[in-house]
């Protein structure tokens, strides 16, 4: 008997004495690139409430002048919080604003991770967060510009592309929808 309570003695300070193996750690992944960002923050939020009934009244015929359409470009057509113009000249595209009290537009885009544009910018306008995106820098898609208004709402403004022969290159559209966006914010900060 006390040769077999001196083994299980001997046997248990032999485990207690015996260095445990080190833990096995597997490095995290960096080769995949994250699932989505977040959109840089609004501080300096923007209402749209007051043009939500009306929102073909934030783009005035010099803004569409700017984007190549004529003086006096034909009618506008409005739809719920979004305005489109189409020039009797079926060259000339389509111009696009959208307004989302439901959704930040920035907040989409950052969570899409595709990132196919061959045009991207992020920057700020008139001290909102604002994304320039085109899909193809040539022209043919157009382009588009992202304002975050405030953390839950945004505007988004479109030159869908002409059908001319030679597209006027992604750049140049989007240059020329920046301007136009400015104006929009000067409007929506009055």
């Keep these: 008997m006390r040769v077999l309570l001196a083994a299980v003695l001997f046997t248990a300070l032999a485990a207690c004495s015996t260095p445990a193996p080190p833990p096995v750690t597997t490095p995290p992944d960096t080769s995949a690139p994250p699932t989505s960002r977040t959109p840089p923050p609004v501080t300096r939020p923007v209402s749209l409430q ?17 984007l190549g359409f004529p003086a006096d470009s034909g009618s506008a057509v409005s739809t719920r919080k979004s305005c489109h ?7 000339l595209g389509i111009v696009r604003i959208s307004l989302d009290i439901d959704r930040s537009p920035l907040v989409a885009f950052y969570a899409d991770d595709s990132e196919s544009h061959e ?3 992020e920057y ?6 604002a994304v320039t ?9 157009g382009c588009s510009i992202l304002l975050a208004t405030s953390d ?5 403004l479109t030159k869908y592309p002409d059908k001319a022969a030679t597209p006027v290159p992604a750049a140049t559209l989007c240059d020329q929808l920046k301007t136009v966006a400015g104006s929009v914010l000067t409007r929506l900060s009055t």
């Design 119 to 121: 045009v991207h910018e």
């Design 133 to 141: 995106v085109a899909e193809h820098a040539d022209g043919r898609s």
């Design 85 to 91: 113009w189409q020039s009797s000249d079926p060259d």
């Design 124 to 129: 700020y306008l008139q001290g909102v967060p």
């Design 50 to 66: 007051a043009y939500l009934a009306n929102p073909c009244s934030l783009v005035q015929d010099a803004d569409l002048q700017v």
């Design 152 to 156: 839950g709402a945004g505007v988004t």
